[in-house]
C-alpha cells in the first residue's frame, strides 16, 4: 500500500556550489517523482518535500550520502495523498531555487555559518530542557514567536510574545525599532515551525544585545512530538502546504477565531485576491462567504 510521507528538513552549512546543488536535487526528486520546495544558499539548504514513503526515504538515504548533508535536521509527518501517478497532492509542483537566504530575513551579510552550523546563534535545547527551563524560572522565560503573526493565530506557545509581521523579513526592522529591549535581560525562547527561522532569528537578537536567547531543536514540530497538547504549546500548527494546519493530538486546543463571527476554530484559508497575501482564519460555516481580507487594504508587499 502506498504511504504518502512529508519530509521537512534544513542544514546550515558552507556550500562552494549551490548551483550545482541544485541540479543534483532536481533531478533526484524528479527521478522518485517527489514534490516540494527546496531553497539552496551558499550557506546551506532548507527544503519539504513530499511523495510515497520509499521514495521519501530514497531521497533522505542518498541527499544524505553527500557529506555537508550528513547531519542535517530532519521531521516526518503524514501526508494527505498521492495522486494516480504517485505524486503527493499536498505541494502543486516540485520547485528547487538557489537564494541569497535558504530563510528570508532580508540580512545575508549578517549571517555567519560554518561546518557546525550558524556562528552566534542561540543555545540550543530539547524540549525536555524547554520545560525544565520554565519549572526553574517560571513567568521570567519568554517564549518568542519567530512566525508570521497569522501562523500564531491558530497555535502558540502559552504566553508567547508575537510580533506583528507580515513576513520574515520583518524581524529585522522590528528587532532595530527597540520594541522588545526590555526583554534584553530575560531568558528568551524563540520558537518556530521546524527550528530554520529560529537558527537565524536568534543570532539576530544576540548580535543586538539580547543576552539569554535559546532555539528549541527541531521547533515546535519536535516539541509536539514529545508532548503533544500536555505540555506549554496550545492549539494546531499552521504549515506551508495544502494541509494547512496539523494538531498533535486528539484533544488540541482550539484557539483561533473566525474572522467574521468569533466563533473558535483553527480552519485557515488563502484570500481569494491574487494580490493579497494574508492568510484568514474562517469557521467552516463562513469559508465560502468571506474569501477576502477584512482587516487590512493592502498584504501586498
Given at each position: 500500500?502506498?504511504?504518502?510521507?512529508?519530509?521537512l528538513?534544513?542544514?546550515?552549512?558552507?556550500?562552494?556550489?549551490?548551483?550545482?546543488?541544485?541540479?543534483?536535487?532536481?533531478?533526484?526528486?524528479?527521478?522518485?517523482n517527489?514534490?516540494?520546495?527546496?531553497?539552496?544558499?551558499?550557506?546551506?539548504?532548507?527544503?519539504?518535500?513530499?511523495?510515497?514513503l520509499?521514495?521519501?526515504?530514497?531521497?533522505?538515504?542518498?541527499?544524505?550520502?553527500?557529506?555537508a548533508?550528513?547531519?542535517?535536521?530532519?521531521?516526518?509527518?503524514?501526508?494527505?495523498?498521492?495522486?494516480d501517478?504517485g505524486?503527493s497532492?499536498?505541494?502543486?509542483?516540485?520547485?528547487?531555487?538557489?537564494?541569497?537566504?535558504?530563510?528570508?530575513f532580508g540580512a545575508?551579510?549578517e549571517?555567519?555559518?560554518?561546518?557546525?552550523?550558524?556562528?552566534?546563534?542561540?543555545?540550543?535545547?530539547?524540549p525536555?530542557?524547554?520545560?525544565?527551563?520554565?519549572?526553574?524560572?517560571?513567568?521570567?522565560?519568554?517564549?518568542?514567536?519567530?512566525?508570521?503573526?497569522?501562523?500564531?493565530?491558530?497555535?502558540?506557545f502559552?504566553?508567547a510574545?508575537?510580533?506583528?509581521?507580515d513576513?520574515?523579513?520583518?524581524f529585522?526592522e522590528?528587532?532595530?525599532?527597540?520594541?522588545?529591549?526590555?526583554l534584553?535581560?530575560?531568558?528568551?525562547?524563540?520558537y518556530?515551525?521546524?527550528?530554520?527561522?529560529?537558527?537565524?532569528?536568534?543570532?539576530?537578537?544576540r548580535?543586538?544585545?539580547?543576552?539569554?536567547v535559546?532555539?528549541?531543536?527541531?521547533?515546535i514540530?519536535?516539541?509536539?512530538?514529545?508532548?503533544?497538547?500536555?505540555?506549554l504549546?496550545?492549539?494546531?500548527?499552521?504549515?506551508?502546504?495544502?494541509?494547512?494546519?496539523?494538531e498533535?493530538?486528539?484533544?488540541?486546543?482550539?484557539?483561533?477565531?473566525?474572522?467574521?463571527?468569533?466563533?473558535?476554530?483553527?480552519?485557515?484559508?488563502?484570500?481569494?485576491?491574487?494580490?493579497?497575501?494574508?492568510?484568514?482564519?474562517?469557521?467552516?460555516?463562513?469559508?465560502?462567504?468571506?474569501?477576502?481580507?477584512?482587516?487590512?487594504?493592502?498584504?501586498?508587499?
Amino acid at each position: 500500500m502506498a504511504i504518502p510521507k512529508i519530509l521537512l528538513y534544513y542544514v546550515f552549512t558552507p556550500l562552494a556550489d549551490p548551483d550545482a546543488i541544485r541540479l543534483w536535487q532536481r533531478d533526484l526528486c524528479a527521478s522518485l517523482n517527489l514534490r516540494g520546495r527546496i531553497l539552496i544558499s551558499k550557506d546551506g539548504i532548507n527544503g519539504t518535500v513530499g511523495g510515497e514513503l520509499d521514495n521519501v526515504k530514497r531521497y533522505l538515504r542518498t541527499t544524505r550520502e553527500y557529506a555537508a548533508f550528513a547531519d542535517m535536521d530532519v521531521k516526518w509527518s503524514q501526508g494527505t495523498g498521492l495522486d494516480d501517478d504517485g505524486a503527493s497532492l499536498d505541494f502543486p509542483k516540485l520547485s528547487v531555487k538557489v537564494r541569497d537566504e535558504i530563510v528570508s530575513f532580508g540580512a545575508p551579510d549578517e549571517l555567519e555559518v560554518d561546518a557546525s552550523g550558524v556562528i552566534g546563534g542561540g543555545t540550543h535545547v530539547t524540549p525536555e530542557q524547554v520545560n525544565e527551563l520554565v519549572a526553574a524560572r517560571g513567568d521570567e522565560v519568554v517564549f518568542f514567536d519567530g512566525r508570521n503573526a497569522f501562523e500564531a493565530a491558530i497555535g502558540r506557545f502559552k504566553n508567547a510574545v508575537v510580533p506583528n509581521v507580515d513576513n520574515t523579513r520583518d524581524f529585522v526592522e522590528v528587532l532595530d525599532s527597540g520594541a522588545y529591549d526590555h526583554l534584553k535581560d530575560k531568558p528568551i525562547v524563540t520558537y518556530c515551525t521546524g527550528g530554520i527561522r529560529c537558527e537565524v532569528l536568534s543570532s539576530l537578537m544576540r548580535s543586538r544585545g539580547f543576552d539569554e536567547v535559546y532555539q528549541i531543536d527541531g521547533g515546535i514540530v519536535r516539541y509536539g512530538e514529545q508532548f503533544g497538547d500536555d505540555g506549554l504549546w496550545e492549539g494546531s500548527l499552521y504549515v506551508f502546504d495544502k494541509r494547512m494546519s496539523l494538531e498533535f493530538s486528539d484533544h488540541a486546543a482550539v484557539i483561533g477565531e473566525c474572522a467574521v463571527c468569533t466563533a473558535k476554530t483553527s480552519h485557515m484559508q488563502n484570500c481569494a485576491d491574487p494580490s493579497c497575501r494574508t492568510q484568514l482564519v474562517v469557521c467552516d460555516v463562513h469559508a465560502a462567504s468571506a474569501p477576502f481580507c477584512l482587516v487590512h487594504d493592502d498584504h501586498s508587499s
